[in-house]
């Protein structure tokens, strides 16, 4: 019989976190059986889930920014690369503020925690966390993005982002560490899982079945992507939880070679090569070329003998985590940059993806479909005028208007459609964080809008079905790119005005009408049915 031997499936390396003391009295000690015991007020965490919050929502690693500047200066880069580069850290700049949200999308609070067995809190750790997370949500300029289901086909925003993913693990030690993650809909979204087979495991099989499966993420999710590929796994849900943690940068310090116990492993060889893959895309960093990811991370799993789960994950432009601790000496959380524009290079932006065509949004529809008709896909463009905002719930609202024989609003057939669900506008300001949502979850309204006379210019984010290039080609379309990302930039530089036009009981979900200017777009599809991302 082999001997027993306990094998840690994650062994961790040590922590080399930047961490930031907060200030607060909330830890001591305590002698139990001759054990040394750290003893927490349940305040410290709420205060570190408030902060942590409230961080990630507006800062961002150091590391992850000086990847964005080395696609700036990188001479391979395509000028949209660059270009949507740029933008990013300069959208990075605005939210570092504190007051504009990085991205419109504010997320779902996840917060994952290893309590040390010689840690007392008294009890309610999960309430003091979901209270820290309450309190950044209900009092700054976040969104409220959570649903409750009150039947199993109705529901209710919460009005709090509440509830939150909070999850607690017994571990070892007398410490208490934490990962704080908010994930947005658009990358959450992109999180696939495969039950594959040993026919996958060798060199060949796996190159293609990643060449075929990680285009299929598009650009949706607003990449550069941090993207974590994991092989293996003890169960479907141990697969796509390591995803998670390892798109977060959090099993970088695993061991890259295994033993017959198994535990995790990383291979950073694989990872070159995934990445090199990813580059030959040519879908770049959303509108062509070769920063489709940032980074890859491939993660070795033990598994079953009749399994191969395979997960496929990203973390997107709003790479939002951050690690907490705490210890003896008390509450720390970690230090994410507070001055990103040192990473600005001294980069004019008007060059940097060609010539720029403006559109007057303010001209009769006839005349914009007209004016994009004269230029091909990819070209830039800058639209000043009046746009319509809806998305999900607003466009299921104009179908029944549709089928109730009523036809859609005029709004629609006069103006551009925005596919967008804002943030809070802070005091002062037009509006909140506004950027681009996925144009995708609305394709099944284009043909029958376009028919009814209206969105015929649709604008967001990501790739879209055949269908909506076969209903811009036959009613004379558009589908315009924005750059995905950098939303509190467009807040404070591109929107000028924000009215509701429609079902303000939908909160973000109404239907807004705004005036933009110099607002920054790409030409997807056009009148003809070509496709920018159909081409790839």
Not at 352 to 364: F, N
Not at 411 to 420: C, G, L, R
Request: aromatic share 8%; with cysteine; charged share 25%.
């Amino acid at each position: 019989m082999p001997e027993f031997r306990f094998q840690e499936m994650f062994p961790h390396g040590e922590d080399t976190t930047r961490y930031r003391r907060l200030d607060g009295d909330w830890v001591g000690s305590e002698t139990v059986r001759g054990e040394r015991l750290l003893t927490v007020d349940t305040t410290a965490l709420t205060r570190v889930a408030a902060e942590a919050v409230r961080d990630v929502s507006h800062l961002f690693r150091p590391g992850h920014l000086a990847q964005l500047r080395t696609i700036v200066d990188d001479p391979a880069a395509s000028d949209n690369d660059r270009f949507v580069a740029l933008a990013m850290l300069r959208n990075a700049c605005v939210s570092a503020s504190m007051v504009l949200p990085s991205c419109q999308d504010t997320g779902t609070a996840i917060v994952i925690g290893k309590k040390g067995q010689r840690v007392w809190t008294g009890g309610g750790d999960d309430a003091a966390l979901a209270r820290g997370v309450y309190e950044t949500y209900t009092q700054t300029n976040l969104r409220y993005s959570q649903l409750a289901p009150t039947s199993v086909f109705d529901e209710v925003n919460t009005g709090t982002n509440l509830p939150a993913q909070i999850e607690l693990y017994a571990v070892d030690g007398d410490e208490y560490r934490f990962l704080f993650v908010t994930k947005g809909g658009g990358s959450a979204n992109k999180t696939f899982l495969f039950q594959e087979t040993k026919a996958l495991l060798n060199p060949t099989s796996l190159m293609a079945f990643l060449e075929r499966e990680l285009q299929k993420i598009g650009t949706a999710a607003c990449p550069p992507y941090h993207l974590a590929i994991v092989i293996g796994g003890t169960s479907a849900e141990a697969t796509l939880k390591t995803v998670k943690l390892a798109s977060c940068r959090d099993l970088d310090d695993l061991p890259t070679t295994g033993n017959a116990q198994g535990h995790a492993i990383r291979d950073p060889e694989l990872e070159e090569r995934v990445l090199g893959l990813t580059q030959q895309f040519g879908i770049g960093a959303q509108f062509g070329g070769k920063y489709f990811c940032h980074d890859v991370r491939v993660i070795r799993l033990p598994r079953h003998g009749a399994s191969c789960p395979v997960g496929i994950g990203v973390s997107c432009s709003a790479d939002r985590q951050a690690k907490a601790k705490i210890t003896h000496d008390g509450v720390f959380l970690e230090r994410l940059e507070t001055n990103p524009a040192q990473y600005l290079p001294e980069v004019d932006s008007a060059k940097l993806s060609g010539e720029v065509v403006k559109i007057d949004l303010r001209r009769p529809m006839s005349e914009i479909r007209a004016a994009l008709s004269r230029h091909p896909v990819k070209t830039r463009l800058a639209l000043t005028g009046p746009l319509i905002v809806a998305r999900d719930i607003a466009h299921a609202k104009l179908k029944e208007r549709i089928d109730r024989g009523e036809g859609l609003p005029q709004y629609a057939k006069d103006h551009p459609i925005y596919h967008v669900g804002p943030a809070k506008p802070p005091a002062g300001y037009a509006s909140g964080s506004f950027g681009p949502t996925t144009a995708g979850r609305m394709d099944s309204y284009v043909d029958l809008f376009m028919r009814h006379g209206g969105s015929f210019v649709t604008l967001a984010k990501g790739n879209r079905s055949p269908v909506v290039a076969e209903a811009c080609k036959k009613h004379g379309g558009f589908y315009l790119g924005s750059i995905g990302g950098p939303a509190a930039i467009l807040a404070q530089e591109n929107i000028k005005k924000v009215e509701v036009l429609e079902y303000p009981e939908l909160g973000m979900e109404a239907v807004w009408k705004i005036e933009v200017e110099d607002f920054p777009a790409f030409i997807v599809i056009d009148d003809k049915g070509n496709d920018f991302f159909g081409r790839l």
